[in-house]
């Protein structure tokens, strides 16, 4: 009933000519594609030129963050407006380096899923814990203290609209993915919270990834999991036979 999204998240990699071969590479496999949504998150410098490339293809493009205002003096802060005008429907927010590397908190967080929405964009809202934290027992705490912050004020056919990517830190580009049941009992608990603070059906609808260190030998037995929708992959998406084994094995 939930539609699998699986997404690539480039971060800082890729030149413009790179990004747009790998957009071309891409394309070909995925001319059309009915079984899952697949986006794309190439660096600012490439995102209309790989807009470009994939037009009329089953691929859609995604930017990695922005800010929430339309226009005006904040050097370096990229808006909604202009991500759509280079083709974005989807964009990235609150991802863990983001958070960790450069401070973003959940009330910006919160006002850039806000724009998002307002723009007609569809937002991966990104959450999940630090190693401490784990070790901590304090995995449940973080993820609830995030989405209630993050999705702050927003009504259920707006949270609905929201994609949720649980990301554990320790997960990230370390090689060291959590377990199927990991992320399923973290995803339960994301869908259960969804489910107090809305309804069930809100609950049903919302679409939840995993990411963190997904490759195509581990993705099936991730979207086996009952409340994994999709994934949002880094490293292994950087390169189109992976990303393509990864986006073909999630819908076996
Ligand atoms: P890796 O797949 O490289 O671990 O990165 C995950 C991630 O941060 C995607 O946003």
Known sequence: MRRPIIAGNWKMHKTVQESIDIG???????????EA????????????????????SAIMLGAQDMYWESEGAFTGEISP??????????????????????????????????????????PIMCIGEKLEERDHGMTFEVLEKQLGRGLKDFAKDEAVRVVIAYEPVWAIGTGRTATPQQAQEAHKFIRDFIERTYDKE????????????VKP??????????????????GASLDVNSFTEIVQNAVL
């Open 24 to 34: 071309v590479g891409l394309k070909r496999k995925f001319y059309t594609f009915s």
């Open 81 to 122: 407006s202009m991500l759509k005008d280079a083709g974005c429907r989807y964009v990235i927010i609150g991802h863990s380096e983001r958070r960790h590397i450069f401070g973003e908190t959940d009330e910006a967080v919160n006002k850039k899923l806000k724009v998002a929405l307002k723009h007609g964009m569809v």
């Open 37 to 56: 949504d697949i986006v794309i998150c190439p660096p600012f410098t490439a995102l209309s030129k790989v807009s470009a490339v994939i037009m009329d």
């Open 202 to 213: 809100a609950a049903a609808k919302i679409r939840i990834q995993y990411g963190g260190s």
């Open 217 to 234: 030998g581990n993705i099936a037995q991730l979207m086996a999991q009952e409340d994994v929708d999709g994934a949002l992959v880094g």
